[in-house]
């Protein structure tokens, strides 16, 4: 029996054993820092190409004041394909940049002001500060903060982000069509979330100052 499980493994039949990673990142103190000192500067040298999809006139994502390392996991999951989209043009234009280009765009956006919500944000699933005990689903605050600021390592800032986009991205852990999320947090979590309460979450979150 010890020996039919070794061929399996060797010839790749046992998949979940040899699966591809969800991310490449590994969020190591060089990691850290490495971000921590991208360049700003050049970063805005760099951004040109970006701003002609994110800005306010589509449903892209807004980058502005999002957390560095968040953006450059980003970045770096579309550029080695852990993170696709057929619907842009991110994982041509990431597989242009490198590594350090990468710091110095998720630097420059982290440096500018968030683009925050109108307010009258009201959380009618209760998930967001209190999560479902339940269904075993842990509140939102807990990871992405009271505020919706995020926090340090790479769980991104959602306050004042497009309701479209939010909605997109759950639908998309929901349904396992995203999959970068170390240890698939996200889509353990989105796989319990109805419809419905992912469109009340994203526009929580759109409203939110």
């Given at each position: 029996m ?27 103190l060089?990691?850290?820092n ?107 605050s ?21 309701a ?46």
């Amino acid at each position: 029996m010890k020996g039919i499980l070794l061929g399996l493994i060797c010839l790749g039949v046992a998949g979940p054993v040899l699966a591809e990673p969800s991310s490449k990142v590994a969020w190591t103190l060089e990691t850290l820092n490495f971000v921590k000192k991208g360049n700003a500067e050049k970063g805005k040298e760099l951004m040109g190409t970006c701003a002609g999809c994110h800005n306010d006139t589509n449903a892209n994502p807004q980058l502005e004041g999002q957390l560095p390392n968040y953006l450059y996991k980003q970045l770096v999951d579309y550029k080695n394909g852990n993170r696709k989209d057929p619907t842009t043009a991110m994982n041509g234009l990431a597989a242009s940049l490198s590594e350090q280009d990468m710091a110095d765009v998720a630097a420059w956006y982290g440096k500018q002001a968030a683009k925050l919500g109108k307010g009258g944000a009201s959380d009618p699933t209760g998930i967001v500060s209190k999560g479902d005990g339940k269904r075993m689903e842990p509140s939102c605050s807990s990871c992405h903060g009271g505020s919706g600021q995020g926090e340090i390592v790479d769980t991104p800032a959602l306050a004042g982000q497009k309701a479209d986009y939010l909605e997109k991205t759950l639908l998309a852990y929901k349904d396992g069509s995203r999959a970068n999320d170390i240890y698939r947090r996200m889509r353990l979590i989105a796989s319990k979330l109805s419809d419905q309460e992912i469109k009340q979450l994203a526009e929580y979150y759109s409203k939110l100052d």
